[in-house]
């Protein structure tokens, strides 16, 4: 079976809101930590890629973002150059299966669950967890 049906399959078994963007491109919602996780998959040289908007600016530090990496196995944190906290993770063509997608989605959510009631506990960021953006 082609690896894009693998994952075609795999996405419409889910209990979630999915779509199938391109060929090689999926859209998957679900929630997290109070809110809809928009969550991106698609091929991208090689590598299975999937990447989901966890928060605005401002809202973790770079300090919190790098510590956190260091637990997260698959997945990791980075930011845009606004500043905007993007979680994100890939599976080399041969891993890709159900299994190894619902292990790279699943931690890819619990990562997003993770920062997300990190940031609405931290003090400098009840400002942007409340509204979606800064009031500064």
């Not at 299975?48 to 637990?71: C, I, K, M, T």
Request: hydrophobic fraction near 45%.
């Amino acid at each position: 079976m082609p690896l894009t049906d693998t994952v075609n399959q795999y996405i419409q078994s889910l209990e979630a809101e999915a779509r199938r963007v391109s060929e090689t491109e999926w859209g998957l919602t679900v929630e997290a930590a109070g809110w809809p996780l928009h969550i991106g998959i698609a091929w991208r040289d090689g590598l299975l890629r999937a990447q989901a908007e966890v928060l605005g600016p401002d809202q973790l530090s770079d300090h919190e973002l790098l510590f956190r990496n260091r637990g997260l196995v698959f997945v990791r944190f980075a930011h845009t150059s606004a500043g905007d906290v993007y979680v994100h993770g890939e599976l080399p063509a041969e891993l890709v299966s159900a299994a190894w997608l619902d292990r790279l989605l699943g931690m890819l959510v619990d990562a997003a669950v993770v920062a997300r009631h990190r940031a609405q506990s931290n003090p400098a960021s009840e400002a942007t967890t409340s509204s979606g953006s800064s009031t500064s």
